[in-house]
Structures are given as C-alpha cells and as structure tokens.
C-alpha cells in the first residue's frame, strides 16, 4: 500500500503519525507525510531521513466572524491544489489525518479523489478539525473510548494513541541518572510541559524549590526555551540538585530516570507515561480547546494513575507538599505505576495500521 499521514502542526500530532509511519513502513508499506511549517515539524524529521515529507501552508480555523476566516479559507484551497498534485505523483491507497487543520485539506482531497480516509484523536474531546473531518472520513480511530459520545453513527474504533518508536523500553535507572550526573540515592521528579514547555508548571516549580530544598529529591526539569537558564539559577540558589534544559530529544532517557513526574495532560504525554508506567501529577493546560487536557487528566485520576493539579487553584505550598509525601510513600508510587501501565491501551501504531490494512485496498 501507499499511505499519506497527515500529521504536523504539534508534537502531539507529529509523534504518534511517525508511530503509525514507522509501523506501516515496517510493513512493507510506502508512507508519505505531510507536515505543517512549523520548525517543530522540520526538526522532527531531521530524525526520519527515510521518510518522504511535504508541507502544506495550513493554518488554524478562526471564528466565522474573524477576518481570518478570509485568509484560512484561502490557506485551505492552496493547500487542495497542492494535495491534488502530491496523490497524482504519490498514487495513496490511504490517506490518514492525526488531527489540527494541516490534516485537513489532504482528508478533503482524498475522499474527493475516493480513496480511503482516516482520522486519528487522542484526546478525550475531539479538536474543531476532527469533528469537521469525521463527517466525511470513512473510519474514526480514538486514543479514548470516552470520546467515542462525540461522533455518534461513525464507524469507530478505539485503538489508543501511538507511541513512537524510537522511545523504545526504560533504560537501568542507574544508567540514565548517570547520563544527567545525578545521584542514585536520590528520588528524581520529572518536570516537562510537552512541545512547548508549560509557563505555568515552570512558576509552580519556581516557587515551590524553597520548600523542597531538605527533601531527599532532585529534579530533571524540561523548561521548554523560554525558562531553562531561569530556572537554572533559581535550583542553584535553594540547592536543589537539578537537571535543566529546554528540551531532551532523547526521551527514552528522562522517562527512565523519573520516579514521579509532573506534566502537562496531552494525549500523546500520557500514553508516553503509560509506556513506561510513571506516576504523575498531572496540571492540564488552562487554554486547550474544550479543556480537554482536564478530561484527559480526569482519565488517568480515574484510574489511579495520577493525581491532578488546577494551574489556577494549586498553590506551590500543596504541590510541594504532595511532592514530598509520594516521594516518601514507594507503596503509593507503585501502586500509580502499576495503574499508569494499564491506563492507556498498547500497540496502538499497530492497531491503527491493521485498521488501515483491512478497510483500504492492497496493491498486488
């Protein structure tokens, strides 16, 4: 088969499109991506090589009374020429959107060129682009049975969110706390804000350093590029041992040295913690769309595999607090480890593939 994946614009879009790419190329299979502008999009792909890529000039859709409506729809028509002209070159027997409006247009073009189409949501509440796209596509794949509500008479199956590849298995604990020169004997929290870093979490933690100076902890914290040197300083000053950086490619190696994390509540984050089954604190991002990051959240709470922390409620005192109380409970902590592993379904790059494979046509 030939498969398009639409799948740029977010590391939570991109991440698990290359998961359904690596599996489908695997296969056998001729994948082609297609990816928005965006530098996150292009420096992904610096790792895939082997992958063919086009970009499209997608842009996001705004109010129908905005005088951006004007230049989306322009953005979307340029976006259908050039899709049309990619499948005449590219032949797909499939055509894959991950979600955000750079998936849009190739979806458009493929059901108008009658070629299978599929969507992918990770989330609890579907984004605006999915729920348009779902009206036309011909099968809907969820990382989440709860938002199976949202598209009622879709044909519809629920096969988690694609981790990528290149995670891989945990790593010796030992082994990765020695690649950040950090100190075994310690218990180490993770603290990242996906893509593109979290403000808020950074000021949390900002706050709370005073208070967890005498704990027996150190801390990998993943600023995002803003904050990194901030917070740098910030550790040095409370003598809080830390690793700090904007951005660590190599997640694998973070994820293996974590006993507890404190994160974001994106979909794709989520199933990467329920990979290597880690414990969290999880603090949704106040502006996503819906609030779906705080559904997303509400399902890990749910199943006992984290605990959840409004950025507008939670003072640095209570997290600091509950920090230090779950570093001092291993019982607790593996209890939400153990619930983390089984909170998000696994294979989920494979599950979309056999989808594909089944509902789409196999050249001879």
Known sequence: MRVVIACGGTGGHLFPGLAVAQTLKDRGHEVLLIVSEKAIDAQALKAHPDFR??????????SLLSPALIRFLSRTWESMRECKQIYRRFQPDAVLGMGGFTSTAPLLAGRLAK??????????????????????????????????????????SVVGTPVRQDLGERLPREEALALFQLDPQRRTVLIMGGSQGAGGINQLLFKAAPLLKDANLQLIH????????????????????AYVAPFHHRMQEVYSAAD????????????????????????????????????????????????????????????????????????????????ARAAAPENAAAAVADVIEKSAPTRA
């Open 260 to 339: 507890l994390v404190i994160s974001r509540a994106g979909a794709a984050s989520l199933c990467e913690l329920a990979h290597f089954a880690l414990p969290s604190l999880l603090v949704p991002y106040p502006h996503a769309a819906e609030n779906h990051q705080e559904t997303n959240a509400d399902i890990f709470v749910e199943a006992g595999a984290a605990e959840k922390f409004l950025e507008a409620t939670t003072t640095p005192d209570a997290l600091a607090r509950r920090i230090t109380e779950l570093l001092a409970d291993p019982r607790a902590l593996a209890h939400m480890a153990a619930s």
């Open 53 to 62: 890529a086009e970009k499209l000039p997608s842009v996001g859709l705004p």
């Open 115 to 156: 070629i299978p189409t599929f969507i992918h949501e990770s989330n609890s509440i579907p984004g605006k682009a999915n729920k348009l796209a779902a009206r036309f596509v011909d099968h809907v794949l969820l990382g989440f049975a709860a938002c199976a509500r949202f598209f009622p008479g879709r044909n519809v």
């Open 222 to 241: 993943l600023t995002g590029e803003r904050d990194d040197r901030l917070a740098a300083a910030n550790y040095l000053r409370e003598n809080v041992p």
